[in-house]
DNA sequence: CCGAATCCTACATGATACTG
DNA sequence: CAGTATCATGTAGGATTCGG
């Protein structure tokens, strides 16, 4: 199993630089914000939530909507998603199989935030 | 080289991407808060603007406030932290040379936005 | 004091093929 | 349809050393 998109829990603003926890795909970070961006710096997760924006999706009409993506990549990014309970799936059990992805609560607030740094993108930095 | 450049159309209103333009990211990417949070993303660019939004800093306090930095990586985030135009760099002439970098405004605007989701990652997602 | 120049490794991403 | 399993590769990030 490929998992460099573990998940772990980080001490806030300059906390013990504890071991224990399992380590992430980079690096030990203190930073709530620091680790976040990381994540969401990843290649089509912020986009993927962007696209759930608008309602479900089944994995196909992802794969469709993010030309380039390859399936492994896309399973890695939405279990990335998933386990930071930004998203949920769910599988229909007739045949053939039909997974949905959606934002969770959480992962809706987090659009919003997206937002804000796009707006300010294209204020401040639209050209760089 | 890298030729297997997949060509994208997703059209989320992007910014028009000059070609010229160093690209930190790994990808090209066709929304500017995608590109942003990439570059955000990277090791220690928030954490370094972070330290600076409390007033201009000399090379080896960034040096000292970033424990595990190598040069090298400080003197690449730094140089691209200026190419974004978020940081000013000031050399005085004396010696031994003393740099100083700041916040640019656009630099300091981005500050809050971050602190979002700092404050969204503390409610919505402690603990993941 | 402030970096630049090398070298190196792990990881992020992708291509391709195959399966329940 | 919705994914895994392999394999390949560029690059980000770091260690170390040297220079102005």
């Known amino acids: 199993m490929n998992d460099h998109e ?9 906390g013990s630089q504890a071991n224990d926890t399992p ?3 980079r690096h030990p970070t203190e930073c709530l914000a620091e680790d976040w961006l990381a994540f969401l710096g990843h290649r089509w997760n912020a986009l993927i939530l962007w696209h759930l924006a608008n309602g479900p999706m089944r994995y196909g009409e992802l794969r469709d ?3 380039g993506i390859t399936p492994k990549v896309l399973s890695e990014r939405l279990a990335g998603l998933t386990g930071r309970l930004l998203i949920l799936r769910t599988v229909s059990n007739g045949f053939p199989r ?3 992805y959606q934002l969770t609560p959480q992962g809706s607030t ?4 997206v937002l804000r740094l796009y707006d300010w993108a ?3 930095a639209a050209r760089i």
Do not use: C, F
Request: proline share 8%.
């Open 6 to 14: 573990t998940q772990r829990i980080v001490t806030i603003q300059m």
């Open 23 to 25: 380590r992430t795909a």
């Open 65 to 67: 909507a993010l030309p």
């Open 98 to 100: 039909e997974t949905s």
């Open 110 to 113: 987090l659009g919003p935030i």
């Open 122 to 124: 294209e204020e401040n």
